[in-house]
């Protein structure tokens, strides 16, 4: 740097310090503090990433700050909103932030620039898909794998996958985790849906505790970029998949072993619980003496892992698999407003058995749907984000919330709240039943069943296209013709169809029955 530089970034500095507003007046400038002092550009470009589009930065290295803009003044009140509560930790180092005076971010095309608005640029191109992930170096500009390495150091009580998946959850959607053994370590592969949410959960957790002063997570990005799942158990579980088999029985017999052995007396002498003389087969971590993570409060406090390892191993056998300790409510955004409960249950319906769903009343294009259990508000997630409906991208995560309460007694919401829970349109109420083998993401080809055998093709192709689709084949399954696929013209088309005619009465006592398809006419 030569003295210029030093001048320009001075006069900015000088502009910028006791840039101090309250919370209460949003920018679209956000003014970072505290960092540390070898903070990257890519590191403080993530920190906004999970909210939206970062359009500019200026970053003041010799002052641990920076000055990150969004794209609009309501991603940057989600994302202070969001960080009051839950406080970013890079490398043990608290990060503080709040809007900045200024509205806008004007940056030069000095030297000390150059890097900023490079890592920009490779955010940029990863966003709208002209650059993949992995070709981004991690310690450089932008996004990595999507997979986490997890170590967990000073393992003093035990650490569960489903522990692992309810913290890392709140950061975005956890489709795939292996735990294993090595060097006698406890250690996890987890994979996030795509690397900028993995590199948001590792700024977050890398180096915090578990538990206070145990259960270490020490987290590194992996150099593989997706995980294969065999087995749903106790020691890997992927999320997309619940279908797999749970394995052999040898893994129920280590985790009771594992049980039995912290049941001995003098292993450890002072449990989680007051009152605690051992842990049984999953433990509720919501009586655990000081689950938080520190600097991040609220974060972990809410988890909760009820039930027993065996329910969840005898639900799995059954059909879906409903693992314990995962949230089953789902806060789904950026609706179109005209998209009524109904058709929010039928749509999110094909991933899991919706209980209920209550629209926001001050801001309709927000909901709340509650899944009869977390695995299918994980698989739900994990291929409806991101899907258009009714012409707007939905965005899901997680709630805060563990139900959907309905209005009380007297209490009008103007219809906003609906209970499911006794819908005669639930897909896996059945134990075992076959449509949980028949999930895929949504796809321009529909597959058709319980079709009565005097309607033909003619009638279903004038159907679907009785709402303005293009129905562009159409195809009757040659050994049963009760059921036929049905293409339409665009992935879009096919959700509308599907939930404008499931159920629809074809008469002869058929309702037909519609779910998304993986193949092609």
Do not use: W
């Not at 960080?83 to 490398?91: E, G, L, N, Q």
């Not at 500009?141 to 996958?161: C, K």
């Not at 059921?483 to 002869?508: K, Y």
Request: one cysteine or more; hydrophobic letters at 40%; aromatic letters at 8%.
């Amino acid at each position: 740097f030569n003295s210029s530089i030093y001048s320009s970034i001075y006069s900015f500095y000088k502009k910028f310090k006791g840039d101090i507003r309250s919370p209460a007046v949003p920018s679209r400038v956000i003014h970072v503090r505290k960092l540390p002092n070898d903070i990257n550009e890519a590191e403080v470009i993530s920190l906004g990433l999970p909210f939206g589009k970062v359009t500019n930065l200026l970053m003041l290295k010799g002052k641990n700050q920076a000055f990150l803009e969004m794209n609009t003044e309501e991603v940057a009140q989600t994302m202070v909103t969001y960080y009051s509560s839950v406080t970013p930790v890079i490398r043990n180092h608290p990060i503080f932030m709040q809007y900045s005076n200024h509205k806008e971010l004007k940056t030069d095309n000095s030297p000390n620039q150059v890097r900023a608005q490079a890592a920009l640029q490779a955010v940029n191109a990863v966003q709208t898909g002209s650059m993949t992930l992995g070709a981004i170096d991690p310690s450089g500009m932008a996004g990595p794998s999507p997979v986490l390495r997890v170590i967990v150091e000073n393992l003093f009580y035990p650490v569960t996958l489903d522990v692992l998946h309810q913290i890392f959850s709140k950061f975005g959607t956890v489709l795939k985790v292996i735990t294993f053994t090595k060097n006698n370590q406890f250690q996890a592969l987890l994979q996030f849906a795509d690397g900028l949410t993995a590199q948001h959960a590792k700024l977050a957790l890398d180096g915090q505790n578990i538990y206070n002063g145990c259960c270490t997570l020490r987290i590194s990005f992996s150099k593989l970029t997706s995980l294969n799942v065999k087995y749903n158990n106790d020691k890997s579980r992927d999320y997309t998949r619940p279908d797999l088999p749970t394995g052999d029985s040898q893994h129920a017999i280590e985790h009771h072993a594992l049980a039995a052995a912290f049941a001995a007396p003098g292993i450890i002498s002072a449990t989680p619980y007051p009152g605690a003389h051992a842990f049984p087969p999953t433990f509720a971590i919501q009586q655990a003496a000081g689950f938080a993570i520190p600097g991040v409060p609220g974060a972990l406090a809410s988890l909760a892992i009820p039930g027993t390892a065996a329910a969840a191993a005898a639900a799995s056998r059954l059909g879906f698999p409903s693992f314990p300790g995962t949230h089953c409510v789902m806060l789904v955004s950026n609706l179109n407003p005209e998209v009524s409960r109904s058709q929010l249950s039928l749509f999110v319906g094909v991933y899991g058995d919706v209980l209920r769903v209550k629209i926001m009343f001050n801001k309709k294009e927000n909901a709340l749907i509650q899944m009869c259990d977390g695995t299918q508000a994980q698989l739900a997630m994990s291929h409806l984000n991101g899907q258009k409906l009714y012409g707007r991208p939905l965005r899901i995560t997680l709630s805060k919330h563990t139900t959907v309460q309905m209005p009380r007694e007297g209490h009008e919401d103007q219809g906003l709240t609906k209970d499911y829970s006794s819908s005669p349109l639930h897909r896996f109420k059945k134990p075992g039943s076959k449509n949980y083998s028949n999930i895929f993401p949504p796809s321009s080809t529909l597959h058709l069943s319980n079709i009565p055998p005097a309607v033909v093709e003619d009638e279903l192709k004038l159907l679907f296209a009785s709402n303005g689709a293009l129905v562009k084949n159409f195809k009757f399954f040659q050994k049963d013709r009760k059921m036929a696929l049905i293409q339409m013209g665009s992935v879009e088309e096919a959700i509308e169809s599907l939930i404008q005619f499931h159920n629809h009465d074809l008469g002869e006592n058929h309702h037909l029955r519609v779910s998304f398809s993986k193949s092609i006419i």
